[in-house]
């Protein structure tokens, strides 16, 4: 354990980032729970994922710009094609829509795979692109996630995009792709999932273990130098379950 490891400077945009994350994650969360399209966030993650790889294998890799456009565009076109498959599959078992995310998601993450495969800096590229990067946001990094987050909430609860299919998809990927390039894969499933798991359709209970689960994995890794997407995917999910199995001990 080393206390010298807490920079705070360091962290607290991190955390900043994390309650950005959260923000727009657990309503969406929710909404994913109550649909029963539960990998939905993987597949669209992944598939924003690989329009970066795209960007990049264009020579986009010194632009941010093109980066975020592949990012975008692909995400787009692929709740667009999940949204029409789901309105072709109404009327069968949830069950087959489930399984199209799945295999959306597999072969997006093999063709990622496939054009990173003679890239020297490959490997590095999908470390990131799973785990993120959230220890090293600045302060500077938030302002775009911070635009994305107030469009996001103010279309969700505002103008009740999320009472429609089609806006559902549009938001959704639009939300994922701003989150998974600053913390990941990983971290974007855990933080849509995880709380809103626990808290049911209680937003103000999901917002805190989310918090809380940051908090714990932010300091963990900084005391213990572990990589900071793991630790904060530990965190939630022990918060997570710690608040289960209380409010099972209460009802007892």
Partial sequence: MNLDALEFGILLPAFVAGLLVLASHVPL?????????IFLDLAIAQIAGLGVVIAHGLGGEGSPWLSQAGAVSAALLGALFLHRMEKLARGDENSRQ???????????????LILMSHDPHGAEHLRELL????????WSDLVPLAVVTALVLAAWFGLGWRDSPL???????VTITASVQVVGIYLVFASLIVPALVS?????????????????????SGLFDLP??????????AVAGLVALFNRVRRV
């Fill in 131 to 138: 785990v993120g990067q959230i220890l090293w946001t600045t």
């Fill in 228 to 237: 900071s997407g793991a630790a904060i995917v530990l965190a939630l999910t």
């Fill in 98 to 112: 489930e399984a199209i995310i799945g295999v959306t998601f597999v072969c997006a993450a093999c063709l990622a």
């Fill in 29 to 37: 969360g929710q909404t994913v729970l109550k649909r029963g399209i």
């Fill in 200 to 220: 049911g359709e209680r937003l103000g209970r999901g917002l805190v273990i989310g918090a809380t689960g940051y908090a714990v994995g932010l300091i963990a």
């Fill in 167 to 173: 806006g559902f998809y549009m938001l959704f990927a």
